[in-house]
T-cell receptor, first 118, second 112 residues
Framework: GAVVSQHPSRVICKSGTSVKIECRSL??????MFWYRQFPKQSLMLMAT?????????EQGVEKDKFLINHASLTLSTLTVTSAHPEDSSFYIC??????????????FGSGTRLTVV | DAKTTQPPSMDCAEGRAANLPCNHS???????VYWYRQIHSQGPQYIIH???NNETNEMASLIITEDRKSSTLILPHATLRDTAVYYC?????????????FGRGTSLIVHP
């Protein structure tokens, strides 16, 4: 199978501070990972596509300077929420696909990170 | 992308079969139907996928109509742990640059 590990699962931070969320593909290499945000009772909304070794591609309306994405290796992508505010409180989820196994497994998702900004 | 339409909510008694419909009337010939589910406060979990034929695995069965314009996910013996939001997605077979996008899904509540 394809396993994606996301850490931390839950974080509380003060307004104005930064928070880093890690997404790791444990048993496969992922050249592309995706970051989603989910508000209560809503569906997953794609924030950005993280490409190994290059800049991330952000969806319209997502501030690239606020949500910093780094994909420095084939198994790790990080999302840093900078200068967090209460409206950034949300459930953040990453996803990756195993090359050559999309047809078998589709996309694998991390367990999500619940961010609360106080 | 072909879009999908699902009922916003359904409920089912524990031990009974849960049949979740999905309409994808604009699906094209090379697009697969994928189903995921999301249990509260967790990431989505892959369930099953298919192209034309019906599929079955240890989690569920997928019935795709002959014209491929709709499908039904069947949980044969629903348990309380199957309470989740179920998402139906269509995606091209090549998949190289495809980005998985989610609609509102169906919120399934399994009750005792």
């Amino acid at each position: 199978g394809a396993v994606v590990s996301q850490h931390p699962s839950r974080v509380i931070c003060k307004s104005g501070t930064s928070v880093k969320i890690e997404c790791r593909s444990l048993d496969f290499q992922a050249t592309t990972m995706f970051w989603y945000r989910q508000f209560p009772k809503q569906s997953l909304m794609l924030m950005a596509t993280s490409n190994e070794g290059s800049k991330a591609t952000y969806e319209q309306g997502v501030e690239k300077d606020k949500f910093l994405i780094n994909h420095a290796s084939l198994t790790l992508s990080t999302l840093t929420v900078t200068s967090a505010h209460p409206e950034d409180s949300s459930f953040y989820i990453c996803s990756a696909s195993r090359q050559g196994a999309i047809k078998l497994y589709g996309y694998t998702f991390g367990s999500g990170t619940r961010l609360t900004v106080v | 992308d072909a879009k999908t339409t699902q009922p916003p909510s359904m409920d089912c008694a524990e031990g009974r079969a849960a049949n979740l419909p999905c309409n994808h009337s604009t699906i094209s010939g090379n697009e697969y139907v994928y189903w995921y589910r999301q249990i509260h406060s967790q990431g989505p979990q892959y369930i099953i996928h298919g192209l034309k034929n019906n599929e079955t695995n240890e989690m569920a069965s997928l019935i795709i109509t002959e014209d491929r314009k709709s499908s039904t996910l069947i949980l044969p013996h629903a348990t309380l742990r199957d309470t989740a939001v179920y998402y139906c997605i269509v995606r091209p077979a090549s998949g190289g640059s495809y980005i998985p996008t989610f609609g509102r899904g169906t919120s399934l509540i399994v009750h005792p």
